[in-house]
C-alpha cells in the first residue's frame, strides 16, 4: 500500500499507481512477497524514510525506473495511468529491438 494509504487511510488513483508499480515487481520476480524482511509494523518508518524494493534480477533499468516513479512519497509526484499506459507501449515496442 501506499504511504498514505498506511498512515491516513487515504486512497486514490495515485495509491493505485503505487500499487501498480508493486504489482511489476512482483512480477518481474515471478511472485516473491515485496518487503519480505520488514516488520509490518514498520512498514511506514521504512518508506518514510525512503527505502524501496530492490531491482529484481534481470529487470530492465528502464522497466525499474518506470516502478520507482510509481513509488514516489508525494501522491503528485507519481505518474498518471495514461503516462504509465504510453511508456509501457513504447517500452514493448522498444523490446522488438532486442529480441
Given at each position: 500500500?501506499?504511504?498514505?494509504?498506511?498512515?491516513?487511510?487515504?486512497?486514490?488513483?495515485?495509491s493505485?499507481v503505487?500499487?501498480?508499480?508493486?504489482t511489476?515487481?512482483?512480477?518481474?520476480?515471478?511472485?516473491?512477497?515485496?518487503?519480505?524482511?520488514?516488520?509490518?509494523?514498520?512498514?511506514?518508518?521504512?518508506?518514510?524514510?525512503?527505502?524501496r524494493?530492490?531491482?529484481?534480477?534481470?529487470?530492465?533499468?528502464?522497466?525499474?525506473?518506470?516502478?520507482?516513479?510509481?513509488?514516489?512519497?508525494?501522491?503528485?509526484?507519481?505518474?498518471?495511468?495514461?503516462?504509465?499506459?504510453?511508456?509501457?507501449?513504447?517500452?514493448?515496442?522498444?523490446?522488438?529491438r532486442?529480441?
Amino acid at each position: 500500500m501506499a504511504i498514505e494509504a498506511l498512515m491516513h487511510k487515504r486512497f486514490s488513483a495515485a495509491s493505485d499507481v503505487w500499487a501498480f508499480g508493486v504489482t511489476l515487481w512482483e512480477m518481474m520476480t515471478m511472485g516473491q512477497q515485496p518487503y519480505a524482511e520488514v516488520d509490518p509494523f514498520e512498514m511506514t518508518a521504512y518508506l518514510q524514510e525512503g527505502y524501496r524494493i530492490a531491482k529484481p534480477h534481470n529487470c530492465p533499468d528502464e522497466l525499474f525506473s518506470l516502478m520507482a516513479c510509481c513509488w514516489a512519497l508525494a501522491p503528485d509526484d507519481r505518474p498518471k495511468f495514461t503516462q504509465l499506459l504510453t511508456y509501457l507501449q513504447n517500452f514493448y515496442m522498444a523490446l522488438g529491438r532486442y529480441i
